[in-house]
């Protein structure tokens, strides 16, 4: 049994004693005990005695609810700074509006604490992302279900960022309340953009090798065979000279196909 219900059990039990001196002191009662000129003195204490334990009843009431609302604002500020020291973005929305945001939230928004209070979800959304975030909402909310939902932000300067949210829906304060918490994974984005980007080119590279490779091959077969051409002694000199272009040309493919080489070398060794 909580402390709530406690004490409106005893508040009860104090109303009952209450009802139970009044019936013991009604009129009938005191005619019966007491002597027709002490019936208006009795009949006035009654009337102190009920008002004095009315005012205590309220006194003690009041008192229980004082302590009840002082402990819930306790518990909520130790609530509050134990999520503000989260480093996980965290937030509240009722209605599509936020109703609560941590500290870790505001800054990886760049809003002021409170600001973002009372203020649409779409505010942090990008345009572009808005349907799709409040259809995962929204879905989350009638499976009651936890939801991963990752979309681009916008914050308090304009700036897009990546993020990553965890969303549940729960009943609080007799509604509807979507609670999530918030990380910011742009650098990881970056990164991973980063090492696609080193795959391709390792890919690129490889192709690259292996074309350069075989290119060489049929550059050596061709090369070797313009060189016993070239070096008959019984070919024209127009022949000759054709033979020697073949020779350059191939030259000049064999150190095209040494700069993919290095090339495709240097893109694997950073990979």
């Known amino acids: 049994m909580d ?12 109303f009952f004693i209450l009802g139970a001196l009044w019936v013991l002191l009604s009129d009938r009662v005191l005619e019966v005990l007491l002597d027709p000129e002490q019936i208006p003195l009795a009949q006035t204490l009654k009337g102190w005695l009920f008002m004095a334990v009315v005012a205590a009843l ?5 008192k229980v609810e004082m302590r009840l609302r002082e402990r819930s604002c306790e518990t909520e500020a130790n609530l509050a700074i134990l999520l503000n020291q989260s480093l996980t973005g965290v937030f509240a929305v009722r209605d599509g509006r936020f109703t609560y945001t941590n500290d870790r939230f505001n800054e990886i928004l760049g809003y002021a604490p409170g600001e973002l209070t009372g203020r649409s979800l779409t505010t942090i959304v990008e345009e572009g992302e ?4 409040r259809h995962v909402i929204e879905r989350a909310g009638s499976l009651r279900a936890h939801s991963t939902l990752s979309f681009r932000a916008v914050r308090a300067d304009g700036s897009i960022i990546h993020t990553e949210t965890q969303i549940t829906q729960t009943e609080l304060g007799g509604g509807a309340v979507v609670l999530g918490m918030l990380l910011d ?16 080119l390792e890919a690129i ?7 350069a490779h075989d290119f060489n091959n049929l550059l050596t077969a061709i090369t070797g065979a313009a060189s016993l051409l070239r070096d008959r002694r019984n070919l024209p000199p ?15 493919g064999a150190s095209l196909a040494r700069h993919l080489l290095a090339f495709s070398h240097s893109r694997v060794t950073r990979a």
């Not at 590279?205 to 074309?211: F, M, N, S």
């Open 130 to 133: 808005r349907v799709r975030v």
């Open 238 to 252: 127009d022949a000759r000279e054709d033979v020697q272009v073949i020779l350059d040309t191939a030259d000049r």
């Open 3 to 14: 402390t709530g219900t406690r004490a409106a059990l005893r508040v009860a039990a104090r």
């Open 205 to 211: 590279g490889r192709v690259a090798g292996g074309v």
């Open 185 to 200: 994974v742009t650098q990881r984005k970056v990164q991973e953009a980063r090492y696609a980007a080193t795959r391709r």
């Open 58 to 62: 309220i006194f003690a009431w009041v």
